[in-house]
């Protein structure tokens, strides 16, 4: 694998390259590579999943004050599943600096979700004990939190149902939806929404569908929601 060229990617410089090493390396590689000294991501894997849940959830927590503990409990769980993690790794291009056996590469071990999800994770961990948390948290803060505010995971959210609950605690206040705008051809719309409570707007946002804006608003009236 070309560290170098992973490092200048991620503006990462490693101090031991040891680690960043066993981070892409695969137990198949450990296995056909037998008389070597290689070690492979397993252990780090392990160490970089509790690294990621206690930063996610150091995000939602700080972030998120009006959340209660199950939907940031819903909304951890989908940033830190199989799929999510695969993601993270297809666009940091993971995949081409992982050590495979030849077997698994010829199966397509590259690609396979599981095998991603687990070298970010390995990652991770590798650069936790390189670096320590504050510089796991960077990196996440850099290529994962961005992905948060940004409405991928809202599907894991239902952000008009919070927004309910919080308005119901003081009396005579009611919520209504409007899409106010709508943009784009019909096979690629664009959805602007906004939410008033009272008739009074307090939060706006967009999606592709009216359902994903309407969600969208309900979030932004969340963040700054004041009675």
Known sequence: MNIAELEKQLAIPFNNHALIEQAFTHSSYVNEHRNELIVDNERLEFLGDAVLELGVSQYLYKENEAMPEGEMTKLRAAIVCEPSLENFAKALEFGK????????????????????????????????????????????????????????????????????????????????YMIVEETGPSHDREFSAEVRVSDKVTGQGKGRTKKEAEQKAAKDALDKYQP
């Open 97 to 176: 600096y992982i050590r495979l056996g030849k077997g698994e590469e010829q199966t397509g071990g590259r690609e396979r979700p599981a095998l991603l999800a687990d070298v970010f994770e390995a990652f991770l961990g590798a650069l936790y004990l390189d670096k320590g948390f504050d510089e796991a948290l960077a990196f996440l803060e850099k290529f994962v939190f961005p992905k948060i505010t940004t409405g991928a995971f809202s599907h894991a959210m239902d952000y008009k149902s919070q927004l309910q609950e919080l308005v119901q605690q003081y009396k005579h206040q009611t919520i209504t």
